[in-house]
């Protein structure tokens, strides 16, 4: 457990006592999740606060059917307050974790944070701003969904991942941009190929080529 | 301005000094806004905390477009906290309000909810919680739009309806419930022909009228 890890991701550390320090620095617990690792979060039951130390993880949640839908994904030095919603009088949401590569967790219980949260005023801000932003995260992709059509869904999905990669050629499958862009593996099929033939993308065997990020970015 | 509005509303009130009472009354404002009257949030505006002393109000997004979909409804004795969003950190989020009916609100300027905000630890765990309930709700209207078919969200709808107008026979068109259902109102029209076939409700000109509401449910 590296203290360094807590300053750098918590604004509020400075404004602790030593000892409320002490208590977070002894009672979190480091996990190594191995890629495709799955968290479930909502009913009662949560984790607590999280940190991702390394690694990277995604978000989702999940019909009765089985279909899941990105909401966002958390990276290095991302602090997963939501992990924590069980805490919290009236957040009551049902959300998934998914490790998208091996991955470093701090988890901070939710007895701790929640005695943290009720003693320091500085925790509170911190919590309320931090649901607050995935609140508005979730609204914006809310609106993307009603409004926005399938294919600029997909068009953003791609670069997203290109982002996250650093590279034009994103080894992803047609279900992964469904599930991120939240529809159909055949609907993906069927608007890539019209993206290979606007000159958009590329298609090979499990990896998609981003020809032309401007102009997917204009969908 | 009655003060025992506030006491109703608000579970922090007695937890309030006599001075941060006397804060609130004096400085909160009564509309009487009529019915269609619109107000937008967002973009770093805001009016401040509001309670719907009498009337009904809806809160809704709209796309570029021009369209709507209704997020959720405030009756009386509600407080509007996103009405203040623009005092948070981190919330960012854009949203109309429309009057229903006429309705009469009462505003706290965001400098005094925040002031009080910044004093009480009471008001701090209010504002969370109510962020938390708004977020989880708006969580559960996502979940629906992207997992739930067309038909279930219209049924919801006219099920709804028929809470908040206390009777069989809804005064609604077509175009409404396609905003709260969030679809076209072709789409409405179809649909509820199918249901006025299944025996489900009768249509007339201008009204729906449900006949088997426990039919609507199952949907």
Redesign the interface.
């Known amino acids: 457990m590296n203290r360094k890890n807590f300053e750098k991701v918590f604004p509020f550390w400075p404004e602790l006592t030593g000892k409320q320090q002490e208590e977070i620095i002894n009672s979190a617990t480091v996990n190594i999740c191995e890629k495709k690792t799955r968290l479930h979060f909502g009913g009662g039951e949560c984790a607590g606060v999280q940190i991702i130390v390394a690694g990277r993880t995604r978000v989702f949640?999940t019909?009765?059917?089985g279909?899941d839908?990105t909401l966002f994904r958390l990276i290095e030095g991302d602090v997963s307050i939501l992990s924590a919603a069980c805490m919290?009088?009236?957040?009551?949401?049902e959300l998934d974790m998914e490790m998208e590569t091996d991955t470093e967790l701090y988890t901070i219980p939710k007895q701790v944070y929640k005695k943290l949260y009720d003693e320091s005023?500085a925790v509170?801000?911190y919590?309320?701003?931090?649901?607050?932003?995935?609140?508005?995260d979730?609204?914006w992709?809310?609106?993307q969904?009603?409004?926005s059509n399938v294919a600029s869904r997909i068009a953003g999905a791609l670069l997203e991942h290109r982002g996250l990669d650093g590279s034009d050629e994103l080894k992803i499958t047609h279900e992964e941009i469904a599930r991120d862009a939240?529809t159909a593996r055949e609907v993906v099929t069927r608007i890539l190929k019209q993206f290979q033939t606007d000159g958009l993308v590329g298609l090979g065997r499990g990896k998609v080529t981003v020809l032309d990020a401007a102009g997917l970015g204009r969908i």
């Open positions: 949640i019909s009765p059917g279909g839908i919290l009088n009236g957040l009551d949401i005023p509170k801000d919590t309320l701003e931090m649901i607050s932003e995935k609140f508005s979730i609204m992709l809310f609106n969904f009603v409004f939240g």
